[in-house]
């Protein structure tokens, strides 16, 4: 299966009625509710009430539900979450009107836990514009000709191209937390190549990066192709690859978008004979490696970063140390080797606290340059505070 446009995944969480449960313990009675609510209105054009979900969930579902999204995503997408989704309550009056957000990710997903069956309130539907321009031609164009209506279905995934111009249809009916349409919403981006098997994983990743150098040379005539095609090798213990299996592709050009066109089918082949040439080393045994091609190909540097401190070095590392298990304060996946942080989530890299300086290096991303913008100003803050404050 190849997701290229939108994709909805029913039942998706065996755990989804503890969720619901959950949340209906949180928001049942109003004098014991505890949760703070954000009301989000930006005016014509957003108004709902979001929090953290961790208000609302106990930790250990909450952490079964996000690792579950996350391998499901990683094992189905080849894309990782951006962070932790927000969660939206949509009573009477709320709405999100039409946007796109190719700037917060690759893929926008809707996670549901609205009891949509059993509703007493009319919209609520993601609407996804369709591609191509109207045709003023015919007498009247309305509705599904311009773009498709997902119902927001209890327990179900809905991913969609985070460029597509979308919105929530206004909610009309019930004020009542209970009867409102909730839901988990967030964004996926490609991480660095995840390597299983026998591969090294720091070899493999420069494999694929000399496969993206090449990429820009060859793919450059090609200059109205943008999206994003993630794809999975499985590689033979002598470095060769086996098989291509395409998980997502939403290559398109502005003229046609996601419909059938030659030079998008050009690209596509291009990419994908370079992905089943590539060699890895020998490495005794088979390997699948999960990556990611990003056109037009973004800036392929690394992205570094060095921040001066004047603290104790050995201070500087239990404070990161506390910081990266919380979790929340720089989004990392590590593991600790000696004074080193290797970092796996959201890319591959690694953080130094050095004796005047903290030095952070990250894999160049196939994200687009405001998402690597976005990244490089959050780590700064992060990494400046805690040269000023941690040490």
């Not at 250990?60 to 995503?73: D, I, P, S, V, Y």
């Not at 989530?345 to 953080?351: D, K, S, V």
Request: charged share 20%; with cysteine; net charge neutral.
């Amino acid at each position: 299966m190849t997701i290229k446009r939108q994709h909805v995944v029913k039942d998706f969480f065996p755990e989804a009625e503890a969720l619901r449960t959950a949340y209906d313990g949180k928001v049942k009675n109003a004098y014991q509710q505890t949760v703070q609510w954000q009301y989000f209105c930006e005016p014509q054009m957003y108004t709902y009430l979001r929090t953290v979900p961790q208000q609302l969930f106990p930790e250990a579902l909450w952490t079964r539900f996000t690792r579950h999204l996350k391998q499901w995503c990683i094992d189905h997408l080849g894309m990782l979450p951006t962070g932790a989704p927000n969660f939206h309550l949509m009573v009477n009056g709320c709405m999100l009107g039409m946007h796109s957000d190719f700037q917060n990710g690759t893929w926008g997903f809707v996670y549901s836990l609205t009891r949509w069956q059993a509703r007493r309130f009319a919209g609520g539907e993601t609407l996804l514009m369709r591609d191509g321009v109207p045709s003023y031609k015919k007498h009247h164009v309305q509705r599904e000709v311009l773009y498709e209506l997902v119902p927001a279905e209890f327990n179900q995934l809905l991913l969609f191209d985070d460029r597509i111009v979308h919105g929530t249809q206004a909610i009309e009916g019930s004020m009542d937390p209970l009867q409102a349409r909730i839901a988990l919403v967030g964004h996926l981006r490609a991480t660095s190549p995840v390597v299983s098997g026998a591969l090294d994983a720091a070899a493999t990743r420069r494999v694929v990066l000399d496969f993206h150098r090449a990429l820009a040379e060859t793919a450059r005539p090609h200059k109205e192709v943008q999206g994003v095609m993630s794809f999975r090798l499985s590689v033979n213990a002598d470095g060769g690859v086996a098989s291509v299996d395409v998980l997502t592709d939403n290559f398109v050009i502005p003229q046609s978008g996601h419909a059938p066109d030659d030079e998008v089918a050009a690209v596509r082949t291009l990419v994908l004979d370079a992905a089943a040439k590539l060699r890895f080393p020998d490495a005794g045994g088979p390997s699948k490696v999960t990556a990611a091609v990003l056109l037009p190909l973004p800036d392929l540097r690394p992205i570094e970063i060095s921040i001066p401190h004047a603290g104790r070095p050995e201070r500087l590392r239990e404070s990161l140390k506390a910081q990266l298990k919380e979790g929340e304060a720089l989004g990392f996946q590590v593991d600790v080797q000696g004074d080193s942080f290797a970092v796996r989530e959201p890319l591959a890299g690694t953080i130094r606290i050095e004796g005047q300086r903290i030095v952070a290096a990250f894999d160049p991303p196939m994200w687009v340059p405001s998402q690597r913008d976005q990244f490089q100003a959050a780590l700064n803050e992060k990494l400046g505070m805690l040269a000023r404050y941690g040490g």
